[in-house]
């Protein structure tokens, strides 16, 4: 019998997409793969879509499970502890899956039996009708069995989504549940790096498997000073985790990076907040990302500057880390700018997407 795989898709409002997405996972299911749809409280029409959708498929082994809205992590955790395929895949409810993935999926798992199967992804902004291919930096085609690699690849190449990732089920029950952590947004981010120490196997496939909608104004929406918190402990809560088990030196300079990359990005979207909130929320994760680091600041910039890290564009980490020493200082003149420019964008954003409404 072929290799099982169980899809999970968490929905919450989704009924402009929901159909258009289970469309391109229906449509390459086999007798042994499960389809579970997590509908997060929907008010919308999401959970008629699914049934429709699903309802064209009789034969195949899909369902539609319903919960009370607690976000995405909750919807996830939902799915998981349901999920009875060999293999787990999430999937966002408004992308793609592009043909012939499951079918690939398959035939590396009979080839290697892998603890985890790694793929790249398009980032897809159907607004401007335009799709960017992203490449992860694992070594393609074999297996590895690295783990100081495959965490090192990871952190270096920052894409930490978990549907790029197609995990055995074994090792998520190696995690204490709740795996995903209830409340938070980039739930993913705090749980890929525990889920990726405990594989001792990895195979890289260099395809694109999803095309990741991009929405024009989402980051306008969901900027908060919630938002900014979580987006920092991110990955300080994978920390202890990694703490316990074991980590190198050389992992722990590309945690610190990947950190710092989060942390510059924080606090550039901070100046879309008010004044108040922005000052309160920066001094709240310096905090947070400052006692995250193993190295510091002065360290990693070394290491960037000797080329004694992995990356495929140093002369950005270069920026990236004067900036992060900028925005540890308060430079005035670094805040200023950031100010002027993320308004700017904002508006930008804003006006498009009302030109789009229009």
């Known amino acids: 019998m072929s290799t099982s795989v169980s899809i999970i898709i968490p929905a919450y409002n989704a009924q402009l997409y929901i159909g258009e997405c289970l469309q391109s996972i229906l449509a390459q299911m086999r007798a042994s793969d499960e389809l579970i749809v997590v509908n997060d409280g929907s008010t919308d029409a999401t959970g008629a ?28 955790n939902h799915g998981l502890a349901l999920a009875q395929g060999e293999y787990i895949s999430f999937i966002d409810c408004d992308d793609i899956l592009l043909p012939g993935t499951l079918e690939a999926l398959e035939q590396a798992i009979g080839t290697h039996q892998p603890d985890v199967v790694v793929w790249d992804f398009n980032m897809w902004h159907p607004h401007k009708g335009t799709k960017a291919r992203i490449a992860m930096g694992y070594p393609p085609e074999q297996v590895i069995r690295d783990g100081s690699v495959m965490l ?31 409340g938070r947004v980039y739930e993913d981010v705090a749980t890929l790096p525990r889920l990726l120490k405990l594989c001792t196997s990895l195979v890289y496939l260099p ?16 900027i908060s000073e919630r938002w900014c918190l979580d987006f920092t402990s991110a990955l300080a809560l994978a920390r202890a985790n990694l703490d316990q088990t074991g980590i190198d030196s050389s992992v722990k300079l590309h945690f610190d990076i990947a950190a710092s990359t989060f942390y510059i990005a924080v606090v550039k979207n901070s100046f879309q907040l008010s004044l108040e909130a922005g000052r309160r929320v920066r001094a709240q994760v310096k905090e947070i990302f400052q006692a995250s680091l193993y190295n510091s600041c002065d360290d990693i910039l070394a290491a960037i500057e000797s080329g004694a890290t992995q990356t495929r564009d140093r002369k950005g980490d270069l920026k990236m880390m004067r900036q992060v020493k900028q925005a540890l200082s308060g430079n005035v003149f670094f805040e200023v700018r950031q100010l002027a420019s993320r308004r700017l964008k904002r508006w930008q954003r804003e006006r498009r997407a009302g030109g789009a409404a229009a």
């Open 49 to 76: 879509r699914v049934q429709e959708a699903l309802a064209a498929w009789p034969a195949l082994n899909a369902r539609l499970v319903t919960q009370p809205n607690q976000g995405v992590s909750a919807a996830r």
């Open 152 to 182: 090192r690849t990871f952190f270096a190449d920052r894409h930490m989504y978990v549907w790029a990732h197609v995990f055995r089920r074994a090792i998520y029950s190696g995690l204490p549940v709740p795996v995903f952590p209830p």
């Open 207 to 222: 395809r694109p498997i999803i095309d990741y909608r991009q929405h024009p104004t989402s980051i306008t929406r969901v």
